[in-house]
């Protein structure tokens, strides 16, 4: 059987002020720092032959402390990189929701019909990313191997995984962090373990991260 740690990565300071990502290459923050320690933890005693990363900093250095202590190469993959949000991409949650009032309204209700302006759409992100996926898990059938994309990356695989379209986006959560199992076998993949954030309990202070 092979498993699949897909994780992802942690706090940045645009996640904690709510601000849009994607491309822009921006690194952990100390909180994020300290989510990437206790996921090393949480993997110290797994068996772990590949780490796979997207090529921006927030995935890699949440890979460190895990290549670190596992004598591991980290392999960035280009079809990880976080969706483009085109025009959204360094801009507040709330200046999104006033300046892109209508379209922000078809991201909550219809994110599958989204197509952010001069950016992806999720259909995009889906292709790109599960072709990578699958790539992967054929080249490394019988291993265990750990990826840390980002959270739309992961959102989208989950879906195909479940066999459950796009429209199905905001119906997955995917903390900062988190830790999610996939087992695949000849009678395919298999969800194990969803969203795990048992691991940072020590590390939570003030109010929940919202979905961002």
């Not at 300071?13 to 290459?25: I, S, T, Y």
């Not at 999104?96 to 909550?108: A, G, N, P």
Request: glycine content about 6%.
């Amino acid at each position: 059987m092979t498993e699949i740690y897909l994780i992802r990565h942690g706090q940045t300071a645009w996640n904690k002020e709510l601000r849009f990502r994607g491309r822009v290459d921006i690194p952990l923050n100390e909180q994020g720092i300290r989510e990437a320690g206790a996921i090393a933890d949480a993997l110290r005693d797994k068996t772990i032959d590949a780490i796979y990363t997207s090529p921006l900093r927030r995935s890699i250095e949440t890979a460190q402390p895990v290549a670190e202590l596992l004598h591991l190469e980290i392999v960035p993959v280009r079809e990880f990189i976080d969706i483009s949000y085109g025009e959204w991409e360094g801009l507040l949650f709330s200046e999104v929701k006033i300046r892109y009032r209508d379209l922000y309204r078809k991201w909550e209700e219809s994110p599958n019909l989204m197509q952010f302006p001069r950016g992806e759409s999720l259909d995009e992100v889906r292709e790109r990313s599960y072709f990578a996926f699958n790539n992967i898990v054929r080249r490394e059938l019988g291993n265990s191997i750990v990826v840390i994309p980002h959270r739309v990356i992961n959102k989208v695989l989950l879906c195909a995984l479940l066999g459950l379209n796009n429209s199905h986006f905001w119906k997955i959560k995917q903390d900062t962090g988190c830790i999610n199992l996939i087992e695949y076998s000849d009678s395919g993949f298999v969800i194990a373990k969803m969203n795990d954030t048992c691991h940072l309990k020590e590390l939570e202070a003030g109010e929940a991260q919202p979905d961002f």
